[in-house]
């Protein structure tokens, strides 16, 4: 036996209960009472939780937009995961025009690898939708990467309706996913023409750009496309209150539809973007009024939400400078690797939902919706030693100085957590100790993961 942790009250989506876990060669292989064995080292978690590692299932790590590249690598996005309780990392791979899917992560894994701090797994954006590329869908699946994605905005990375509605065919027939960003190009294109023109210029109007009802049409539009061809959708970054009511109602109607939001529009409002610093919450979709946010509650309490992710793709405060006199030019992208599984466990401990709650929409439910589980997500024997002991009495405030990114800002500058991990395991190996990295970079191993479980 390798490790032991002992005396900590262990936490998954589905129970709570006092106990030990013991680990070896990366697995879980014994939950029970007063556990010992001779030569284990031994982690004491009297007072605190034992929590499954989360699943970060929406990154952009060193990814080229905007005529830069994200600020963080796979090896600073990865660390910033394993300091913020975040064991497996979804990133998304951009097909090139031409690319096959599987030679498009394979180019990603090459520069992944060497970096990782922790497990990684990979989503394709589809860009080039050919016929080959839709016969690739079923080798994609086999190959591990069962889940792909598609722009309903940005030139160079949009797909329209027909495209998506092939893919959408393509995926019922193979087992596989399909995600949307879903927002209306056609309405943004004409929006930011017109308030260029009147001179409006600051972030605000990136927001003003793109309001509630240009995302929620668009949902509208995939979730009837995908309803109409009896095939499964899965939207992205969701963040408006009528996008989320039409996901409840085909829900409700039986359809299978998943939707995911994200820790910047769950705790803070449009209103940032009248701040003088505005521009460094500029994202797309982006940050709505406090209805929406309100609804997004809602939808994770009563489980319309499935999954909460962050869309970590940030940039530096100088690259988002080159849009202060014009919000057209500022990269869109925010911090919040770190950030997703503190902010939600503190939620919890402040009652707002369960830990149980948390742990379902931050790591069983991503495990299970994109075939990683149970090997991830959970707390079994047999499943991987992704694990985190969280200090519910730890008060902690989030700054730049100490975060893990190579970030040179964070939008949760001063933002108070109450509760705070203090350990991360990934596969059994310590990552992060008291506010430190102790990982290792090419520790991380690519996740093979199988399609839907649900």
């Known amino acids: 036996?390798?490790?032991?942790?002992?005396?900590?009250?262990?936490?998954?989506?589905?129970?709570?209960?006092?106990?030990?876990?013991?680990?070896?060669?990366?697995?879980?292989?014994?939950?029970?009472?007063?556990?010992?064995?001779?030569g284990a080292d031994v982690v004491d978690a009297s007072g605190k939780y034992i929590l499954p590692g989360a699943i970060d299932v929406h990154t952009h790590l060193q990814m080229p937009f905007?005529?830069?590249?994200?600020?963080?690598?796979?090896?600073?996005g990865t660390r910033a995961a394993a300091c913020g309780g975040v064991t497996t990392v979804f990133d998304f791979v951009i097909q090139k025009k031409g690319q096959g899917l599987i030679e498009a992560v394979e180019g990603r894994r090459e520069?992944?690898?060497?970096?990782?701090?922790?497990?990684?797994?990979?989503?394709?954006i589809i860009t080039d939708l050919t016929p080959a590329v839709l016969e690739e869908f079923s080798a994609?699946?086999?190959?591990?990467?069962?889940?792909?994605?598609?722009?309903?905005?940005?030139?160079?990375?949009?797909?329209?309706?027909?495209?998506?509605?092939?893919?959408?065919?393509?995926?019922?027939?193979?087992?596989?996913?399909?995600?949307?960003h879903a927002e209306n190009r056609d309405i943004i294109d004409k929006r930011i023409e017109r308030l260029l023109a009147q001179g409006k210029t600051s972030a605000?109007?990136?927001?003003?750009?793109?309001?509630?009802?240009?995302?929620?049409?668009?949902?509208?539009?995939?979730?009837?496309?995908?309803?109409?061809?009896?095939?499964?959708?899965?939207?992205?970054?969701?963040?408006?209150?009528?996008?989320?009511?039409?996901?409840?109602?085909?829900?409700?109607?039986?359809?299978?539809?998943?939707?995911?939001?994200?820790?910047?529009?769950?705790?803070?409002t449009n209103e940032?973007?009248?701040?003088?610093?505005?521009?460094?919450?500029?994202?797309?979709?982006?940050?709505?009024?406090?209805?929406?946010?309100?609804?997004?509650?809602?939808?994770?309490k009563r489980g319309d939400i499935q999954t909460v992710a962050t869309d970590h793709c940030p940039f530096q405060s100088y690259e988002k400078d080159w849009g202060k006199d014009d919000f057209t030019k500022i990269p869109n992208g925010i911090m919040g690797i770190e950030n997703l599984y503190p902010y939600m466990l503190s939620e919890a401990n402040k009652g707002r939902i369960s830990f149980n709650k948390a742990v379902e929409v931050c790591a069983l439910n991503p495990a299970k919706i994109f075939g990683c589980s149970p090997e991830k997500g959970t707390l079994v024997v047999g499943s991987d030693a992704d694990l985190v002991v969280y200090d519910p009495n730890k008060n902690f405030i989030i700054s730049k100085d100490n975060m893990h990114s190579d970030v040179d800002h964070t939008i949760w500058e001063g933002v108070e957590l109450k509760g705070y991990p203090v350990m991360t395991f990934s596969r059994g190996k310590l990552v992060f100790k008291d506010g430190e990295f102790v990982g290792d970079p090419g520790w991380g191993q690519f996740?093979?993961?199988?399609?839907r479980k649900v």
């Not at 106990?19 to 879980?28: F, L, P, R």
């Not at 005529?67 to 690598?73: E, H, L, N, W």
């Not at 520069?111 to 394709?124: E, G, M, R, S």
Request: proline residues 3%.
């Open 1 to 38: 036996m390798d490790l032991i942790i002992k005396d900590g009250t262990i936490i998954t989506a589905t129970d709570t209960y006092k106990a030990d876990i013991a680990m070896q060669n990366g697995k879980i292989v014994l939950i029970g009472q007063d556990l010992q064995f001779e």
């Open 272 to 300: 940032v973007y009248k701040r003088e610093d505005g521009k460094n919450w500029v994202c797309s979709p982006p940050i709505k009024a406090q209805e929406s946010q309100d609804a997004l509650w809602a939808g994770i």
């Open 447 to 451: 996740v093979k993961c199988r399609g």
């Open 204 to 268: 605000w109007y990136h927001y003003e750009s793109r309001p509630e009802f240009v995302e929620s049409e668009a949902d509208k539009r995939a979730i009837h496309i995908a309803k109409a061809l009896d095939a499964p959708l899965y939207i992205v970054h969701l963040a408006c209150k009528e996008g989320l009511d039409e996901v409840t109602k085909a829900r409700d109607e039986g359809y299978e539809i998943y939707a995911e939001t994200c820790p910047q529009y769950l705790h803070f």
């Open 140 to 180: 994609s699946a086999s190959y591990g990467v069962p889940s792909f994605k598609m722009f309903m905005v940005y030139m160079g990375l949009m797909s329209d309706d027909g495209l998506l509605a092939l893919a959408l065919e393509r995926s019922r027939e193979t087992g596989t996913l399909v995600a949307v």
């Open 111 to 124: 520069l992944c690898d060497p970096q990782a701090c922790v497990d990684y797994a990979f989503h394709t």
């Open 66 to 76: 905007g005529g830069t590249i994200s600020a963080d690598s796979y090896e600073a």
